[in-house]
């Protein structure tokens, strides 16, 4: 065949192939439906009573998934810290920024291959070789055999320089879903990323929270050494004077005592949510111990009152999927063991690639670059699986199955997320009810301490009733305390539960 037809033959080759080639073999991934109920009281597990107001209320845009709602300069400052230099969330980053580049990789086998090559070599031929065979079939016509033997044997220069370029025609798909997978990945990879930032927001806000209510309990407790230790002085008086026996100042010593000894468990609190912190901003221990610190209010009987908490903005259950980072990953896993299964069937098929090539060869320098030292090839060529003992079909039920195994993950998942959501939306209602509920009990304590306070001082009742009061208010008093810390901390849940939707109004805790 000459060369113009050996050219055409091979154009048209490719021409054909170019045709087939918008076939891709394999499953289309079809996006999975994550389901979700009318609305946000259709799914709950337990009591009737933890089903809070805001689960019923009208649905709310989502926020813009900031913590601002929650108006804390300090909190903000720790979350940028965070975000910037916490180790984890780099590690993810270089995750994904590794799966955009495998995708650029899988990308690169559309286009055509090129390589160019070049070379020198000093080579000798056997004169015992293949290559006197074809004087020895020459017999009696060729004189003087081993003279002209010698002379083909004896050293010279190879000179070679030029380029090959090859393609293969993705008639099945075979590359496009390896692109497909590499998208998908990619994606798994951008969702997972989201959720170790919001993991790693939501624990900066629930260390913060568990921070600012030890130090508030710290408060709050030196607030109840100092009251303790003025009712000493009173008691240690009108037992001075006779009013009381000594039995009095003793069980006054007794509650001071009580108090002190709560102060280091406190303090162990308070230095372990500012390691926890420091350790989320990629910080070392105590870089942030100036701005963690509890605010100055003066005596520790002025208590601060906590912030108040943002109102929760469910939105629309429907919407879970597109909010929940770990739940779009799952889906973006089964995207691309779909994807993978093309990629194995295509294997089955015959690979066509298109080659083409070109250069110069010369024994010696001299005629090197002249244009009858050049040598070219071009066409295609085929490659057929014929017989591999079943290594390519169980490679494609191999694919089926983690396909399988995915879709299966999804479901697990979505499952998990709507516990997940109906345990913490549970947790912080039933806070909610306790809270209000430590609040009134506080009050009645209050007044009760008030009433034997009177009782005391006009000699109604022993010390010991009043002690007992006294007592009884301060549990009250830590009790709310710690129930507040807790309100943030299952605001914090709520948010991570639904997939960063931070609550956009504010108002006061519950009463």
């Not at 372990?272 to 350790?279: D, R, S």
């Not at 295609?380 to 299966?408: H, K, M």
Request: proline content about 5%; aromatic content about 6%; some cysteine.
């Amino acid at each position: 065949m000459s060369a113009p037809r050996t050219l055409l033959f091979s154009l048209s080759c490719s021409a054909l192939a170019l045709l087939l080639a918008g076939c891709a073999v394999g499953p289309d991934h079809r996006p999975a439906q994550a389901q979700a109920p009318a609305d946000w009281s259709a799914w709950h597990g337990g009591s009737p009573a933890l089903l809070g107001a805001e689960r019923n209320a009208a649905p709310m845009a989502a926020a813009s998934g900031d913590w601002k709602a929650f108006n804390d300069p300090l909190l903000d400052r720790l979350q940028a810290l965070a975000l910037a230099a916490n180790h984890d969330l780099q590690t993810a980053a270089l995750r994904f920024a590794q799966s955009r580049v495998q995708r650029t990789a899988a990308a690169a086998q559309q286009g055509p291959q090129l390589n160019a090559s070049g070379g020198v070599n000093r080579q000798r031929q056997s004169e015992t070789g293949a290559a006197t065979r074809m004087i020895d079939a020459l017999g009696s016509s060729v004189s003087n055999r081993d003279q002209l033997i010698r002379t083909l044997s004896e050293p010279y220069n190879l000179y070679q320089a030029g380029f090959d370029a090859s393609w293969e025609i993705d008639l099945w798909g075979r590359v496009r879903r390896s692109i497909e997978a590499a998208d998908a990945d990619t994606g798994a990879s951008a969702a997972l990323l989201r959720q170790v930032q919001l993991s790693v927001e939501a624990e900066v806000a629930r260390n913060y929270f568990e921070l600012r209510g030890a130090q508030r309990e710290l408060r709050l407790a030196r607030a109840d050494i100092e009251a303790a230790a003025e009712s000493l002085e009173l008691v240690q008086a009108r037992a001075n004077g006779g009013l009381v026996t000594d039995l009095d100042p003793t069980r006054q010593r007794t509650q001071l005592a009580e108090l002190k000894a709560r102060i280091p468990a406190l303090l162990q609190q308070e230095a372990q949510a500012m390691n926890q912190i420091t350790l989320l901003t990629g910080a070392m221990p105590g870089t942030l111990n100036a701005e963690l610190a509890a605010p100055e209010s003066g005596r520790a009987s002025d208590m601060p009152e906590a912030p108040p908490l943002p109102e929760l903005a469910l939105g629309l259950p429907s919407d879970l999927a597109r909010r929940r980072p770990d739940i779009a990953a799952a889906e973006a896993q089964l995207h691309a063991a779909t994807a993978r299964i093309g990629v194995a069937v295509a294997d089955l098929y015959p690979r066509v690639t298109l080659e083409a090539g070109f250069g110069f060869e010369s024994v010696g320098s001299e005629r090197f670059g002249e244009w009858g030292s050049r040598q070219w090839h071009i066409g295609p060529s085929i490659s057929l699986p014929i017989f591999d003992n079943g290594r390519r079909r169980s490679t494609v039920t191999l694919r089926e199955l983690q396909q399988q195994e995915a879709a299966v993950a999804f479901q697990q998942t979505v499952l998990k997320a709507w516990h997940e959501i109906d345990s913490a939306l549970s947790a912080y209602a039933a806070e909610r009810q306790r809270h209000a509920e430590l609040a009134e009990r506080e009050r009645h304590s209050r007044d009760a301490l008030t009433l034997a306070q009177a009782r005391y001082a006009n000699g109604l009742t022993d010390f010991g009733v009043e002690l007992d009061a006294r007592r009884t208010l301060l549990q009250a008093r830590r009790d709310q305390a710690q129930s507040t810390s807790r309100l943030a901390v299952g605001l914090v849940a709520v948010y991570k539960a639904l997939g960063g939707n931070v609550p956009p109004a504010a108002s006061a805790p519950p009463d």
